[in-house]
């Protein structure tokens, strides 16, 4: 199993980006997924979560209207529209496989990480 995380990059406060998760080697649909964070010298924290139709997902306040997580089943691929960006917003950005909630020990499988610098 593999996931690969992308679009990851420097931006400037108030900006946006959009995060991209793909999954191989299983079937997509088996999976709830999650987006993670961790920036230097914290622990990781959860982000957002979305099942496997995406009928459910779930925000941390501190993303709650300005970040969309959302998935294509037919592409095998998860996203993370991030908008209004801010320099706490800093982080390496791991995509998750296997839960869509914060307990980290649910998750089966994790990504490499993506990193986003929000500038000021």
């Known amino acids: 199993v593999q996931l690969v995380e992308s679009g990851g990059g420097l931006v400037q406060v108030g900006g946006s980006l959009r995060l991209s998760c793909v999954l191989s080697?299983?079937?997509?649909?088996?999976?709830?997924m999650a987006w993670f964070r961790q920036a230097p010298g914290k622990e990781r924290e959860f982000v957002a979560g979305i099942n496997w139709n995406s009928e459910m997902t779930e925000y941390s306040d501190s993303v709650k209207g300005r970040f969309t997580i959302s998935r294509d089943n037919p592409k095998n691929t998860m996203y993370l529209q991030m908008n209004s960006l801010k320099p706490e917003d800093t982080a390496v950005y791991f995509c998750?496989?296997?839960?869509?909630?914060?307990?980290?020990?649910?998750?089966?499988?994790w990504g490499q990480g993506t990193q986003v610098t929000v500038s000021s």
């Open positions: 080697g299983r079937t997509f649909t088996h999976y709830s």
């Open positions: 998750g496989a296997g839960s869509m909630w914060s307990r980290e020990e649910a998750y089966r499988f």
